[in-house]
């Protein structure tokens, strides 16, 4: 295992407070409430195609495999999915759920 249980904590503690807040974002949607806003501010981009509720829901499958990673131990956790180049602590501190590296990160 790359990190240690401290090190992975505050990391999955982040995972579950983002987790939560799109939760509740996604409730809101479905009673009809426009949270675009919300979305905007939580960098969760238009994708063409896409109604809100179902980005909200593409980032919450995103935060649970993460999760799912620290929960398991996977060393892929903090790895750039396409190349798998470490994505450094530095960066998983600001956002646990990243999952691509600079280069890919618009793939």
């Known amino acids: ?3 240690d249980a401290a090190t992975l904590a505050p990391l999955r503690r982040h ?3 983002r987790g939560l807040t799109l939760a509740t974002i996604l ?6 409430k426009d949270k675009q806003a919300a979305l905007d501010a939580l ?8 109604r809100p509720e179902e980005r909200v829901r593409l980032a919450l499958d995103q935060l649970e ?4 990673m620290i929960d398991a131990g996977d060393d892929r956790f903090g790895r ?3 190349c798998g180049v470490d994505l450094g602590l530095a ?3 600001e956002l646990p759920w990243a999952d691509r590296c600079a280069a890919h990160a618009s793939a």
């Open 80 to 82: 750039c999915d396409v």
């Open 65 to 68: 495999a993460r999760r799912a």
């Open 43 to 50: 960098g969760l981009r238009d994708k063409p195609g896409l």
């Open 27 to 32: 409730a809101e949607i479905l009673a009809g």
């Open 1 to 3: 295992m790359r990190f």
């Open 15 to 17: 995972l579950m407070k």
């Open 91 to 93: 960066a998983l501190g």
